[in-house]
């Protein structure tokens, strides 16, 4: 039986298996009650001792973050979420005593993240959800 990846005996190249990062799904404003919109997230991943620019997103309406680029399901990854969250908050609440957040975790192949920040004028709380 011919392997599922050949073609007339010689492999087909095959684009490498990539999975959304599904971080910063969410910015709730406990103070508020409401998601925060309009807040940019950027993600960085660690590698060869530096900080690298993956890309990033803006929180939509129900203060979603959608649009970050994928990972390499196969290779464990520390990433870096900076959610810039000056503007939002002075607009919100006349200051801003955070002007950002940045969360750093290490991400398995084969797993799930959700990283929601919980986000109040003078705190925030963040967790790995499911």
Request: charged content about 15%; glycine content about 10%; cysteine-free.
């Amino acid at each position: 039986m011919r392997h599922p990846l050949t073609t007339m005996g010689t492999a087909t190249p095959q684009p490498p298996r990539r999975t959304p990062l599904r971080s910063a799904r969410w910015i709730l404003d406990t103070a508020l009650g409401r998601p925060a919109a309009g807040v940019p997230v950027t993600l960085d991943i660690w590698s060869g001792g530096t900080w690298v620019p993956a890309g990033g997103s803006v929180t939509g309406p129900d203060g979603r973050s959608t649009g970050l680029p994928p990972l390499d399901p196969d290779a464990t990854a520390t990433v870096r979420l900076v959610f810039a969250v000056q503007d939002y908050l002075v607009a919100s609440h006349g200051q801003a005593f955070f002007p950002e957040i940045t969360v750093v975790f290490t991400a398995a192949p084969g797993e799930y993240y959700h990283v929601p920040l919980l986000l109040a004028p003078f705190g925030y709380s963040t967790y790995r959800g499911s």
